[in-house]
């Protein structure tokens, strides 16, 4: 069962299956570190880590399941020339819920948002919206981790490494949701790009669900394109902040 580990063919895998992983784990990442915003530090936290122990346990079940996930892939019925099977099906679903999740975000930071109110007191609410976020959070999980684990089959001769390679990619997204979280917090306008980010990719899983596949590696060039620009505009912001406060401070002397 072991044998694997003194095979140079699959560490090579091993390492090119946790890259992949990564890469399609980056939509949970920005997705997560989105709707932990408005939770207080020590539960969003919490939300991180149950969110991310969700998508581990979600990924390392569905390996464990591959001929029902590849079942998935079986037609359910014909539509405009498309045979629909419930993978399409859960990806559409995603898709439309993040693109809804994304525009009503986009909505409440553009108009600005009341704070709602807390009839039974605000503990209650507190565990409310900590509970909405963690459902919303492992419910996006189920569509990632579908697309993730049926992209990833076949990479991998033995499911060791599928799992070795699904825990050391959800320990990194784990890693990074703080630091990224931290950074939306602190510059608001990432913010919008974030969810931009997020409407782009919910379009993508509707597409794809649709059968019109939009290749990854635009959407994330596309991405990395804009994150790029969006650190010059932080970079030129601070420095502009600090000239001014440079100024007001020999004004004052």
Known sequence: MLDW????????????????????????VVFISLVVQKLPPAQALRARQVGLSAA????????????????????LFSAFGHDF????????????????????????ALEGEDEPEADDGPGAYAQRAFMAVVVQVILLDL????????????????????????????SIMFAASGPLSAFIAAHPTTKMLALAFLVLIGVTLVADGFGAHISKGYIYAAMAFSVMVEM??????????????ARHAGEQQ
């Open 143 to 170: 569509v990632f981790s579908v697309d993730s684990i049926l992209t990833a089959i076949g990479m991998a001769e033995h499911l060791a490494i599928m799992v070795l390679a699904v825990i050391i990619a959800v």
């Open 85 to 108: 099977s419930w993978r399409d099906i859960i990806l559409m679903a995603g898709g439309a819920f993040l693109i809804a999740k994304a525009t009503q975000e986009m909505h409440g």
């Open 5 to 28: 580990i003194t095979s140079p063919e699959a560490w090579a895998a091993l390492v090119t299956l946790t890259a992949m992983e990564i890469i399609l784990g980056i939509d949970n």
């Open 56 to 75: 581990l346990i979600l990924r390392i079940a569905l390996l464990f399941a591959l001929t029902w996930l590849i079942g998935l892939q079986q037609s």
């Open 232 to 245: 010059l505009n932080v970079a030129a912001s601070g420095r502009r902040r600090r000239r001014i406060a």
